[in-house]
């Protein structure tokens, strides 16, 4: 069984910046899509950003130029690191890993979960 833990929520004021990290247990877990999602309370899940296994990826419209994610496949870990942030990114940010090297494909494994909250 894949274990995916994510880690490096917490409150930040707008305009900060915060990392998050997803690490996804097995060392073939290098050869598979990783995706990070959010979801807001009363809204529902959506995609923020995704990364194949050799290094393509796909944004959110509403998250280009401030967030980047990015994969180091040595410690099997996922990195999302968000800029410029705004109140409306506050929400619960939960790691995927894919069922295959493409984010085209379906998620299969998902994380518990970390909270980002974006206030003054």
């Known amino acids: 069984q894949v274990q995916v833990v994510e880690s490096g929520g917490g409150l930040v004021q707008p305009g900060g910046s915060l990392r998050l990290s997803c690490a996804a247990s097995g060392s073939i877990s290098r050869l598979y899509a990783m995706g990070w999602y959010r979801q807001a309370p009363g809204k529902q899940r959506e995609l923020v950003a995704a990364?194949?296994?050799?290094?393509?990826?796909k944004y959110a419209e509403p998250v280009k130029g401030r967030f980047t994610i990015s994969r180091a496949n040595f410690k099997n870990t996922v990195y999302l690191q968000m800029t410029s942030l705004k109140t409306e990114d506050t929400a619960v940010y939960s790691c995927t890993r894919y069922s295959s090297s493409s984010y085209d494909s379906q998620s299969e494994y998902w994380g518990q979960g970390t909270q980002v909250t974006v206030s003054s």
């Open positions: 990364i194949t296994s050799g290094g393509g990826t």
